[in-house]
């Protein structure tokens, strides 16, 4: 029974490039989360999704990020024009429901150049 | 006031000793409770949940829930080397919706 998949699990991209981070959640589970943490600091909600819908996006910053999970396929976190200060390890996690555990996935660890 | 708070340690026990790890939370409302363990360059594995007053125990981990005080423990039994690491508690529901709301962590040493 296959958990929570990411990929890429590394990714380097320079100043000004976009990154696209993507997350498989456990079969069955439709709630999907995106969670960043930057060195040094704690894990932080970034959106919550279910399939194509954005439920809240309020840890988002309102620029250069989307996040988007379709129909069909994995949901993706895009970042356009990158910057330094997006470096950081991105996790996904999935619940089968509102209020039940979450469980994560390996990671994307984001380094800009 | 933080949303979750945890002392971010380094809490340092023997092997073979107890490791009593807490948190506390602002949210009154606040539903479900959880411990996640990360082992550096990690992703953070859930350990324990919690959703009622009282005590959970799973095999040596005992979570402890106090929603009047608005505080969550976590014991760890007979720690081993294996269980250092750091410790995440995490809270949801009430205000917050579905997302979880991280405390800093505590990071455990057990000392063989």
């Known amino acids: 029974n296959a958990g929570v998949m990411q990929n890429p699990r590394h990714l380097v991209r320079r100043r000004g490039q976009e990154a696209r981070l993507r997350c498989s959640p456990v079969k069955g589970h439709s709630h999907v989360y995106w969670y960043r943490q930057l060195p040094e600091e704690g894990l932080k909600f970034m959106v919550y999704l279910q399939k194509e819908n954005i439920i809240d996006e309020s840890g988002m910053p309102k620029e250069r990020f989307s996040a988007e999970f379709p129909k069909e396929g994995p949901s993706i976190l895009r970042i356009q024009q990158v910057v330094r200060g997006d470096s950081a390890a991105y996790f996904c996690?999935?619940?089968?429901?509102?209020?039940?555990?979450?469980?994560f996935g390996p990671g994307t660890r984001l380094t800009v150049l | 006031q933080k949303e979750v708070e945890q002392n971010s340690g380094p809490l340092s026990v023997p092997e073979g000793a107890i490791a009593s790890l807490n948190c506390t939370y602002s949210d009154r409302v606040s539903q479900s409770f959880f411990w996640y363990r990360q082992y550096s360059g990690k992703s953070p594995e859930l350990i324990m949940s919690?959703?009622?007053?009282g005590d959970k125990e799973d095999g040596r981990f005992t979570a402890q829930l106090n929603k009047a005080s608005q505080y969550v423990s976590l014991l760890i039994r007979d720690s081993q080397p294996s269980d250092s690491a750091t410790y995440l508690c995490a809270v949801n529901g009430g205000g917050q919706g579905g997302k979880l709301i991280f405390g800093q962590g505590t990071e455990l040493s057990v000392k063989p």
């Open positions: 996690a999935s619940s089968p429901g509102l209020y039940n555990e979450q469980f």
């Open positions: 919690i959703y009622s007053n």
